[in-house]
């Protein structure tokens, strides 16, 4: 079982406002990958880190969001200014190594008003 | 680029039959897939992985082979259970290991 942890599970704001999500990677686990489900399931790939590195991340993420995996800290994602489209399920995984599977925390569901 | 095709979005079962979810790809990488199941507000688990060709991979009752001739790998159990209904999602490494997730496969099964 996956013991990737994510907080809040749930999360409200209202247009224009900030939303700060956080994940603990699974212990030994130097990749972490974030996700968007959105409300038809569908995955889109955010950021992903190598301890705390950037490694690769899409434009919406490096407009609106940021994120950063400091060392002995969580790892966290942000939305500066919400819309309602970025309603959704926020996903944080974290692998082992290149290559190996990825293990998924629960989720932040964020509902933006 | 790289993507995955899942054609079923809904399966419906009555316990105890077999049932086999699709799934197709497309990379220019050699291929590392992933089938992922998701129950109600629940995390993605990992059900099966394979990057090997015509090499059945199995695990709590659902089997999968990887063949890279087709482009394919489909889900199988022979007898379902109440308790696998659930989402089921194929997904595929590509660059930077970013997985590419299909559409999903909502799967349904009755008494």
Same mark, same amino acid.
């Given at each position: 079982?996956?013991?990737?942890?994510?907080?809040?599970?749930?999360?409200?704001?209202?247009?224009?406002?900030?939303?700060?999500?956080?994940?603990?990677?699974?212990?030994?686990?130097?990749?972490?990958?974030?996700?968007?489900?959105?409300?038809?399931?569908?995955?889109?790939?955010?950021?992903?880190?190598?301890?705390?590195?950037?490694?690769?991340?899409?434009?919406?993420?490096?407009?609106?969001?940021?994120?950063?995996?400091? *060392?002995? &800290?969580?790892? &966290? $994602?942000?939305?500066? *200014?919400?819309?309602?489209?970025? *309603?959704? $399920?926020? $996903?944080?995984?974290? &692998?082992?190594?290149?290559?190996?599977?990825?293990?998924?925390?629960?989720?932040?569901? $964020?509902?933006?008003? | 680029?790289?993507? #995955?095709?899942?054609?079923?979005?809904?399966? @419906?079962? @009555?316990?105890? !039959?077999?049932?086999?979810?699709?799934?197709?790809?497309? @990379?220019?990488?050699?291929?590392?897939?992933?089938?992922? #199941?998701?129950?109600?507000?629940?995390?993605?688990?990992?059900? !099966?992985?394979?990057?090997?060709?015509?090499?059945?991979?199995?695990?709590?009752?659902?089997?999968?082979?990887?063949?890279?001739?087709?482009?394919?790998?489909?889900?199988?159990?022979?007898?379902?259970?109440?308790?696998?209904?659930? !989402?089921?999602?194929?997904?595929?490494?590509?660059?930077?290991?970013?997985?590419?997730?299909?559409?999903?496969?909502? !799967? @349904?099964?009755?008494?």
């Amino acid at each position: 079982n996956s013991k990737v942890i994510q907080t809040p599970r749930y999360l409200v704001k209202g247009q224009g406002q900030k939303a700060k999500m956080r994940c603990i990677p699974e212990k030994g686990h130097p990749v972490v990958f974030w996700y968007q489900q959105n409300k038809n399931n569908e995955f889109k790939f955010l950021i992903n880190f190598q301890n705390q590195e950037v490694l690769q991340q899409i434009d919406m993420t490096e407009k609106r969001f940021s994120a950063e995996c400091p *060392s002995n &800290s969580p790892c &966290s $994602l942000e939305i500066q *200014s919400s819309e309602a489209g970025d *309603s959704a $399920l926020y $996903l944080c995984a974290s &692998s082992r190594d290149w290559g190996e599977e990825q293990y998924f925390g629960p989720g932040t569901r $964020l509902t933006v008003l | 680029g790289d993507s #995955v095709t899942q054609t079923e979005g809904l399966v @419906t079962l @009555t316990k105890g !039959l077999p049932v086999m979810l699709n799934c197709t790809y497309q @990379t220019t990488y050699s291929p590392f897939l992933f089938w992922y #199941v998701q129950h109600l507000n629940e995390a993605p688990k990992l059900l !099966l992985k394979s990057s090997t060709d015509n090499k059945r991979t199995e695990h709590q009752g659902f089997y999968a082979t990887l063949h890279k001739s087709s482009s394919s790998f489909h889900l199988q159990k022979s007898s379902v259970q109440l308790s696998d209904s659930a !989402l089921y999602f194929c997904a595929l490494s590509g660059n930077y290991n970013v997985l590419y997730f299909g559409s999903g496969t909502k !799967l @349904t099964v009755e008494p």
